[in-house]
């Protein structure tokens, strides 16, 4: 696995946060943090940051950070999100330690508080803190009303502890539908904080969960939920996104009355009392970052799957030919702030070519082919080329080199244009690796298209620079007719034609896909490249960066998918 580097842009204010409570001893010697997802889908780019967030500054303060299923919502969660979930958290290079709830250190289930949880509820309601509510979600919403001006209480606010106990009771055995009770924590009705106007702690879900089946069909609300997780695993810092900052009070609410309940846990005696604090979301330019927008995409075909390069998933972006390394220092880049802000997608995509550029094998493939004929070249020679001329430890390659080569169509013109360098009548150019050719003649098909030039080649050329001295300027590609491999190369481009496809609200974002963002070509590569591991990465040379598919690559059918291009306009500020 490729350096996790902490930079000078990670020392932002949650860094300083934990930095004084390291400091102050309110640890208890071990900083521990989690990431929370829920498993209702693939996580994303956005998610991404909260990982690196996450499990960074654990890593930054030799401190553990937990991977906590946030599985309290019985539907739509699953296992199978649930394994990618790891998956492609250990692909981005983290590792989850700590206790675990289970035989894997460092994961856990929120469901598996599910008992604890139901008891804490029962303590509050027996010491008169929480109570159960008959309101209709419209009547709720009517007494709870609005900041500026207190809301009503409940007709069931001052129900006796007892009869509470035996409604919530009723409510666990099933013996009501869905809303109509709930529990509801027992705050202030007149806070200017909504949240904290008596909010709903537990509510009736007839819904089976995906581990625990029929066990439940009452589930306790995230506000809840959340701070009991955090304090009963013991975690330090409870870093979120900015929507979370006005549930804080409520968070501290909560562990408040753990605390009354001796139930924080203490290590090396200092009592750990988790906290919240809030960072701001990850927006990317044209592309949008909800589950339920992804998955909808996914299940109406839009998309080939969660998977499909052009995705912000985690396992899209793999696919594509991302690295770990490079949407960390992306992440890295955008950094951590209180301020909401769209990022750049040409950002993440500037951090890929980057790195690919130092790593990448280079290799030649052509997209769009046209036939080259040398006309006075006899037999086969082998050109040699250097893998990455950035990296000498990577060597060089042999390429079978005969009278019929593949070029790319752009780099001939019939009346080159200005400033063109490349093949056109009566031109030399150089064949990488190999050597110089002139253009004697080319033919047109029935369409006008050009569908063959031809050549002769200057033999004192090879290897090298013409023995006369004279300059030839352009170098183009190429790939033997003889040994090269068809290959079909995926060209991906963005999946939205405006950065914001969310502009029109979030019922409208279809009508700004891209009818482009996918483009299959039959290509012509050159024959190593039959032997490509699946995922993994090249630079196709004056192309783009590539990588063989995951899934549908096989020497005998390659499939290879463009990451990146080679080239573009964005510099970082
Ligand atoms: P979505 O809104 O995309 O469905 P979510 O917030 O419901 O995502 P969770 O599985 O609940 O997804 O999120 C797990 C963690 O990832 C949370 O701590 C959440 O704050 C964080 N997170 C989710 N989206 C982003 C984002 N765009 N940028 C930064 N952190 C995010
Ligand atoms: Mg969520």
Not at 396 to 405: D, T
Not at 470 to 490: F, L, P, Q, S
Not at 534 to 544: A, D, I, W
Request: glycine share 8%; charged share 30%.
């Amino acid at each position: 696995m490729d350096e996790i580097k902490e930079s000078d842009t990670s020392r932002h204010f949650l860094r300083q946060w934990i930095e004084e409570d390291v400091a102050a001893g309110r640890t208890g010697g071990t900083v521990v943090t989690r990431f929370p997802p829920e498993p209702n889908g693939y996580i994303h780019i956005g998610h991404a940051k909260a990982v690196c967030v996450d499990f960074g500054m654990a890593r930054l303060f030799g401190g553990e950070c937990h991977l906590r299923l946030d599985d309290t919502n019985p539907t739509k969660e699953s296992d199978e999100y649930a394994e990618n979930i790891k998956n492609d958290i250990r692909w981005l290079g983290w590792q989850w330690s700590g206790a675990g709830d289970g035989k894997e250190p460092g994961f856990y289930n929120a469901s598996n508080m599910f008992d604890t949880m139901y008891a804490i509820a029962e303590n509050l309601i027996k010491a008169g803190q929480a109570y159960c509510c008959n309101l209709t979600q419209d009547e709720w919403k009517e007494y709870r009303g609005v900041p500026e001006k207190p809301g009503r209480p409940s007709p069931s606010r001052d129900t006796t502890p007892e009869r509470n106990l035996e409604i919530f009771r009723d409510m666990r055995a099933g013996k009501y539908a869905d809303g109509e009770w709930c529990l509801r924590a027992k705050i202030d009705m007149a806070s200017p904080n909504i949240h904290f106007r008596d909010p709903v702690i537990y509510r009736i879900r007839h819904v089976s969960h995906y581990h625990l089946g029929d066990k439940w069909c009452i589930y306790p609300m995230y506000d809840f939920a959340h701070p009991i997780e955090d304090a009963l695993e013991g975690v330090t810092h409870s870093m979120c996104t900015l929507e979370f900052e006005v549930h804080r009070p409520l968070y501290d609410w909560v562990v408040d009355r753990l605390d009354e309940m001796g139930m924080l846990v203490v290590r090396n005696g200092v009592k750990i009392r988790p906290q919240q604090r809030e960072f701001a979301r990850l927006n990317l330019t044209y592309t949008v970052m909800s589950k339920r927008l992804l998955l909808q995409m996914v299940t109406e075909g839009r998309v080939a799957g969660w998977d499909d390069p052009r995705m912000p998933t985690v396992c899209g972006m793999r696919r594509r030919g991302f690295t770990p390394g490079a949407i960390r220092e992306f992440c890295d880049r955008v950094g951590v702030t209180k301020v909401e802000s769209e990022s750049d997608t040409a950002l993440l995509e500037w951090c890929v070519r980057e790195e690919l550029n130092k790593t990448a094998l280079r290799r030649m493939a052509v997209l769009d082919p046209v036939k080259l004929v040398i006309e006075n070249f006899e037999g086969t020679r082998m050109a040699s080329k250097p893998n990455n001329p950035l990296d000498e430890a990577s060597g060089s390659r042999e390429i079978p080199f005969s009278r019929e080569l593949w070029i790319d169509r752009a780099d001939f013109q019939e009346n080159p244009e200005k400033k063109f360098f490349r093949l056109g009548p009566d031109r030399e150019v150089r064949l990488a690796g190999a050597c110089i050719v002139k253009c004697v003649g080319y033919e047109k098909d029935a369409d006008g298209k050009v569908s063959l030039v031809r050549c002769t080649w200057d033999e004192g050329s090879w290897g090298g620079n013409a023995p006369d001295g004279r300059k030839v300027k352009g170098t183009i590609h190429w790939v033997d007719c003889a040994t090269g491999v068809k290959a079909e190369v995926r060209l991906y481009d963005r999946l939205f034609t405006v950065p914001n496809p969310m502009q029109d609200g979030s019922d409208q974002f279809l009508k700004y896909l891209n009818p482009e963002s996918l483009k299959t070509v039959s290509a012509y590569v050159e024959p190593s490249l039959a032997a490509a591991e699946p995922g993994e990465r090249f630079q196709f040379e004056r192309t783009g960066y590539f990588c063989a598919d995951a899934k549908d690559f096989s020497a005998a059918a390659p499939v290879f998918n463009r990451t990146v291009t080679l080239k573009d306009s964005y510099k970082p500020a």
